[in-house]
């Protein structure tokens, strides 16, 4: 899942989707929210301006090391390979898993993120200071994702604001911090570049983007189709930078289709 997203994001009903379809769903909670371990190292807000502007920072860790999470998880679950899905930051992460451990991941989907090069998948501007809001206690988190959400939501699928304070609320009670939600950030705004070494991914890949994205602008999901060899691209008018209820079916049906494309290959 993405930034400060845990792993009840991925919404249950689009999980029995893909179960219907065949496949044995998956889903975790990233380090630094839900009910993962919180890691080490304080990130303040001036490190976050210096990283969005491009300077050099330390980050407490890397994508890589979140992709090293999964690698993790699948050992301890006995699973050697996946179809490997991610949504924003871990679309991110699932590029990387593909680049570091490609005898791990079978296909690749990677919905609303980028490669990791700064001219694409830019966020818009007036975002940043939404992102850098307060979160005090529980009513102050919900009150500013239905604010973030507003913002970053699919305006062609709009969710209804009782729906959004509904999932906040949850969100809140399974675990998540600001200061963990920094650190991960920190980790995206000081990712590489990884266009080049998408070029030696050879799995079946999909790539969902939507062309009202501000979090993340649809050039970043261009730049990631383009660097991977037959990767379909799926550009969704009117999306955002979320995962509506009515486009399950659609995300559904990409996941399955991809994942096909690699069962024709072996």
């Given at each position: 899942?993405?930034?400060g997203?845990?792993?009840?994001?991925?919404?249950?009903?689009?999980?029995?989707?893909?179960?219907?379809?065949?496949?044995?769903?998956?889903r975790?909670?990233?380090?630094d929210v839900?009910?993962?371990?919180r890691a080490q190292?304080?990130?303040t807000?001036?490190?976050?301006?210096?990283?969005f502007?491009g300077?050099?920072?330390?980050a407490p860790?890397?994508?890589?090391?979140?992709?090293?999470d999964?690698?993790g998880?699948?050992?301890?679950?006995?699973?050697?390979?996946?179809?490997?899905?991610?949504?924003?930051?871990?679309?991110?992460?699932?590029?990387?898993?593909a680049?570091?451990?490609?005898?791990r991941?079978?296909?690749?989907v990677?919905?609303?993120?980028?490669t990791g090069?700064?001219?694409?998948?830019?966020?818009?501007?007036?975002?940043?200071?939404?992102?850098?809001?307060s979160?005090?206690?529980?009513?102050?988190?919900?009150?500013?994702?239905?604010r973030t959400?507003?913002?970053?939501?699919?305006?062609?699928?709009?969710?209804t604001?009782?729906?959004?304070?509904k999932?906040?609320g949850?969100t809140?009670?399974?675990?998540?911090?600001?200061s963990?939600?920094m650190?991960?950030?920190?980790?995206?705004l000081t990712?590489?570049?990884?266009a080049?070494?998408?070029h030696?991914?050879?799995v079946?890949?999909?790539?969902?983007?939507?062309?009202?994205?501000?979090?993340v602008?649809?050039?970043?999901?261009?730049?990631?189709?383009?660097?991977?060899p037959?990767?379909?691209?799926?550009?969704v008018?009117g999306?955002?930078?979320d995962?509506?209820?009515?486009?399950?079916?659609?995300f559904?049906?990409?996941?399955?289709?991809?994942?096909?494309?690699?069962?024709?290959?072996?």
């Open positions: 899942m993405g930034l997203g845990p792993m009840t994001w991925w919404d249950p009903e689009l999980c029995r989707m893909l179960a219907e379809r065949g496949f044995y769903v998956i975790y909670d990233n380090r839900g009910r993962s371990s190292g304080r990130v807000r001036a490190t976050l301006v210096r990283a502007t300077r050099r920072v330390r860790y890397s994508l890589l090391d979140l992709a090293e999964a690698v998880l699948l050992d301890h679950l006995g699973v050697e390979s996946a179809h490997v899905c991610g949504v924003s930051m871990g679309g991110m992460i699932a590029q990387t898993l680049i570091a451990h490609p005898d991941v079978r296909s690749l990677s919905i609303m993120s980028t090069k700064r001219t694409v998948g830019w966020q818009h501007p007036s975002l940043l200071p939404s992102l850098l809001g979160r005090a206690g529980k009513e102050g988190y919900v009150e500013m994702s239905v959400w507003k913002l970053i939501g699919s305006p062609a699928y709009p969710t604001e009782e729906a959004t304070r999932r906040a949850e809140w009670d399974r675990g998540v911090t600001a963990g939600t650190r991960q950030m920190v980790a995206i990712q590489p570049n990884r080049e070494k998408l030696a991914v050879r079946p890949a999909l790539v969902v983007h939507g062309t009202a994205d501000k979090m602008h649809v050039s970043g999901g261009r730049a990631t189709a383009a660097a991977i037959g990767a379909e691209l799926l550009l008018d999306m955002g930078h995962l509506p209820e009515a486009l399950f079916e659609t559904a049906d990409g996941i399955r289709r991809t994942a096909d494309r690699a069962s024709a290959r072996r």
